[in-house]
T-cell receptor
């Protein structure tokens, strides 16, 4: 069964600190992995997309890594800001068709002053 | 350049009533997807539509749920005879093509009393 798991379920850090969120998947075949940020009460917004051949991709203070062999990805947030407080969702797909996206449950990050 | 617009943002219905959720895709986008999000769970695909056509409805319950995307006007997700289990956030996403480049709306939160 295609599944995406994320850990931790929730995380609290102080402003300015770094953190790393984890994603494990069993989706097969694998085509790409996306990370989305979802603010409370809002829709998901894309942060990064990685294909099979990519190991790392950055978007500002966000850096995603991918190990296709172990089927793991991580999202590292550097120098966290209060506005980083949100849910971070890992999405894995075997193709580029939106109907085949497998969404993880998300990690809820709270950044405190 | 307005994003994906969903309304209503919040909807309260009693058991047995009908719920209609509307989604206007981004300008130039002809592909629309509907997803459902339950608390602590990942988004689940419901239906994929293009103008005047349902392309894939494999994620939508056969009973009580229907969707349309008419030639003119927004896409509509209709839930008849709502039950408490229908309470969820319903997200619409649009894309210029079926490439997985999804832009999400802010969601419609349905509460069934």
């Amino acid at each position: 069964k295609n599944q995406v798991e994320q850990s931790p379920q929730s995380l609290i850090i102080l402003e300015g600190k770094n953190c790393t969120l984890q994603c494990n998947y069993t989706v097969s075949p694998f085509s790409n992995l996306r990370w989305y940020k979802q603010d409370t009460g809002r829709g998901p917004v894309s942060l990064t997309i990685m294909t099979f051949s990519e190991n790392t991709k950055s978007n500002g203070r966000y850096t995603a890594t991918l190990d296709a062999d172990t089927k793991q990805s991580s999202l590292h947030i550097t120098a966290s800001q209060l506005s980083d407080s949100a849910s971070y969702i890992c999405v894995v797909s075997s193709d580029n068709y939106g109907q085949n996206f497998v969404f993880g449950p998300g990690t809820r990050l709270s950044v405190l002053p | 350049n307005a994003g994906v617009m969903q309304n209503p943002r919040h909807l309260v219905r009693r058991r047995g009533q009908e719920a209609r959720l509307r989604c206007s895709p981004m300008k130039g986008h002809s592909h629309v997807y509907w997803y459902r999000q339950l608390p602590e769970e990942g988004l689940k695909f419901m239906v994929y539509l293009q103008k005047e056509n349902i392309i894939d409805e494999s994620g939508m319950p056969k009973e009580r749920f229907s969707a349309e995307f008419p030639k003119e006007g927004p896409s509509i997700l209709r839930i008849q005879q709502v039950v408490r289990g229908d309470s969820a956030a319903y997200f619409c996403a649009s894309s210029p093509r079926n490439t997985g480049e999804l832009f999400f709306g802010e969601g419609s939160r349905l509460t069934v009393l």
